[in-house]
Nanobody, 123 residues
């Protein structure tokens, strides 16, 4: 299994970026995005899960600004980020796995990770 994240970069506050994560090897029930700023623990951003039905979850700090989506045919995960602020600056990681529902927003729920892509938002 390989996850390859891309799309990070530098943007001014208020701008937008779209992250992409290609997944190869197999499909999973849950795909997520996490981020980690320097000196901070890894933070849940968003997840899209398919158990009995498809559901989407967002971290409180990104609700209403970020949108997670997935192209099943391409096994590719996206994160559309709008209204970015300097507080969104971090390395963003995509993850895939089959966590139980209560672990969907926890990094411990995922065993497969991309390499991370840097997002820097300037004020």
């Amino acid at each position: 299994v390989q996850l390859q994240a891309s799309g990070g970069g530098m943007v001014q506050a208020g701008g937008s970026l779209r992250l992409t994560c290609t997944v190869s090897g197999r499909t999973f029930r849950s795909y997520g995005w996490f981020r980690q700023a320097p000196g901070q623990k890894r933070e849940f951003v968003a997840a899209i899960v398919s158990y009995s039905s498809r559901k989407i979850y967002y971290g409180d700090s990104v609700k209403g600004r970020f949108t997670i989506s997935r192209d099943n045919a391409k096994n590719t995960l996206y994160l559309e980020m709008n209204s970015l602020t300097p507080e969104d600056t971090a390395v963003y990681y995509c993850a895939a796995g089959d966590p139980i529902i209560s672990y969907v927003s926890l990094s411990d729920g995922y065993r497969n990770w991309g390499q991370g892509t840097q997002v820097t938002v300037s004020s």
